[in-house]
C-alpha cells in the first residue's frame, strides 16, 4: 500500500520542481540575455520490500538530475544607445570582478566615473589584452565594429573581447545575468558584436504558460490518485483488523 503512495510523492515533488522552473522562465520573459531553463530528470530505481509488489520487484521514483539551459540567441533589440552592445552568434563577453572572470551575453554597458567602460553591476568590460576599456572624457563619437574594434574620432583605442566554451551547460549563474565556469575560454574566430541593440530573453511566454497547465493538470491527476489510494487503506483497515481477529 505504502509503495502508490512514495511513487506518488516522488512524482508531486518532481512536477513542483518542474513549476519552479517554468515561473522561473516566466518571470525573467523580459530580462535581457535570460536563457530558458528545462529541469532533467532521471530514473531512479529502488528494491521493492515485498516480491509481491503490483510494480514488480522494483520501484521507480524520480530524481532531480539538474537543469539544461536553452542557449538558442534571443531577438535583438535597437535602443539606441551606443554602449549598449548585443551578440549575434556565438560568444560571451568578459567581465572583470573580484571573483575572478565573469562571462554574460547581457551587454547593457555604461561608462562609469573614470571613463571605464562596464556592466550594469560596475564590472569592468575586458578587451582581448585582458585590459578594461576606457575611453576618455574628450572622446565622443565611439563606435563598435561588428569584429569588437573600438574607434573615436581619435582612433583605435581596442577591441572587446568575446569568448566560447566547448560546453555551454558547463556555465554556472553567478548573478546579475553572469557565469562562471571552470572550463577554458576560447577566442570567438569571427565575432559579431552589433552596437545600439540588446539582446533579448529566449523565453516563450506561450510555451511556457501551456506547460504550467500541463503541469496543474497532472499535479492534480497525481493528487487524485493520492486520495483515493489514502481511502483505500482506510476502507481496508477494518477488513484486516476482524481478518486479523478472527
Request: glycine share 6%; aromatic share 6%.
Given at each position: 500500500?505504502?509503495n502508490?503512495?512514495?511513487?506518488?510523492?516522488?512524482?508531486?515533488?518532481?512536477?513542483?520542481?518542474d513549476?519552479?522552473?517554468?515561473?522561473?522562465?516566466?518571470?525573467?520573459?523580459?530580462?535581457?540575455?535570460?536563457?530558458?531553463?528545462?529541469?532533467?530528470?532521471?530514473?531512479?530505481?529502488?528494491?521493492?520490500?515485498?516480491?509481491?509488489?503490483?510494480?514488480?520487484?522494483?520501484?521507480?521514483f524520480?530524481?532531480?538530475?539538474?537543469?539544461?539551459?536553452?542557449?538558442?540567441?534571443?531577438?535583438?533589440?535597437?535602443?539606441?544607445?551606443s554602449?549598449?552592445?548585443?551578440?549575434?552568434g556565438?560568444?560571451?563577453?568578459?567581465?572583470?570582478?573580484?571573483?575572478?572572470?565573469?562571462?554574460?551575453?547581457?551587454?547593457?554597458?555604461?561608462?562609469?566615473?573614470?571613463g571605464?567602460?562596464?556592466?550594469?553591476?560596475?564590472?569592468?568590460?575586458?578587451?582581448?589584452?585582458d585590459?578594461?576599456?576606457?575611453?576618455?572624457?574628450?572622446?565622443?563619437?565611439?563606435?563598435?565594429?561588428?569584429?569588437?574594434?573600438?574607434?573615436?574620432?581619435?582612433?583605435?583605442?581596442?577591441?572587446?573581447k568575446?569568448?566560447?566554451?566547448?560546453?555551454?551547460?558547463?556555465?554556472?549563474?553567478?548573478?546579475?545575468?553572469?557565469?562562471?565556469?571552470s572550463a577554458?575560454?576560447?577566442?570567438?574566430?569571427?565575432?559579431?558584436?552589433v552596437?545600439?541593440?540588446?539582446?533579448?530573453?529566449?523565453?516563450?511566454?506561450?510555451?511556457?504558460?501551456?506547460?504550467?497547465?500541463?503541469?496543474?493538470?497532472?499535479?492534480?491527476?497525481?493528487?487524485?490518485?493520492?486520495?483515493?489510494?489514502?481511502?483505500?487503506?482506510?476502507?481496508?483497515?477494518?477488513?484486516?483488523?476482524?481478518?486479523?481477529?478472527?
Amino acid at each position: 500500500m505504502e509503495n502508490t503512495t512514495y511513487i506518488s510523492l516522488s512524482s508531486q515533488t518532481a512536477l513542483w520542481r518542474d513549476m519552479e522552473v517554468v515561473a522561473n522562465n516566466m518571470a525573467n520573459a523580459n530580462t535581457p540575455a535570460y536563457k530558458t531553463e528545462e529541469p532533467m530528470f532521471r530514473e531512479f530505481m529502488v528494491k521493492a520490500k515485498s516480491d509481491a509488489s503490483p510494480f514488480g520487484r522494483k520501484l521507480s521514483f524520480v530524481h532531480d538530475a539538474g537543469l539544461l539551459r536553452d542557449t538558442r540567441e534571443g531577438p535583438l533589440t535597437d535602443t539606441g544607445n551606443s554602449f549598449d552592445l548585443a551578440i549575434s552568434g556565438d560568444g560571451y563577453f568578459t567581465l572583470d570582478t573580484p571573483a575572478g572572470p565573469r562571462y554574460t551575453r547581457e551587454g547593457h554597458f555604461r561608462l562609469d566615473e573614470t571613463g571605464m567602460l562596464v556592466s550594469a553591476s560596475g564590472y569592468p568590460v575586458m578587451q582581448q589584452n585582458d585590459q578594461p576599456i576606457i575611453i576618455a572624457p574628450n572622446e565622443t563619437q565611439v563606435n563598435i565594429a561588428s569584429d569588437g574594434s573600438i574607434s573615436t574620432e581619435n582612433g583605435n583605442i581596442g577591441k572587446v573581447k568575446l569568448v566560447k566554451f566547448d560546453n555551454e551547460q558547463e556555465l554556472h549563474k553567478a548573478g546579475n545575468g553572469t557565469y562562471q565556469t571552470s572550463a577554458d575560454a576560447n577566442p570567438v574566430e569571427k565575432p559579431n558584436i552589433v552596437q545600439g541593440m540588446l539582446e533579448q530573453s529566449n523565453v516563450q511566454p506561450i510555451v511556457q504558460m501551456t506547460k504550467m497547465m500541463q503541469i496543474l493538470r497532472t499535479y492534480e491527476g497525481v493528487q487524485n490518485m493520492l486520495m483515493n489510494e489514502h481511502d483505500r487503506q482506510l476502507k481496508a483497515m477494518p477488513i484486516l483488523s476482524q481478518s486479523q481477529q478472527a
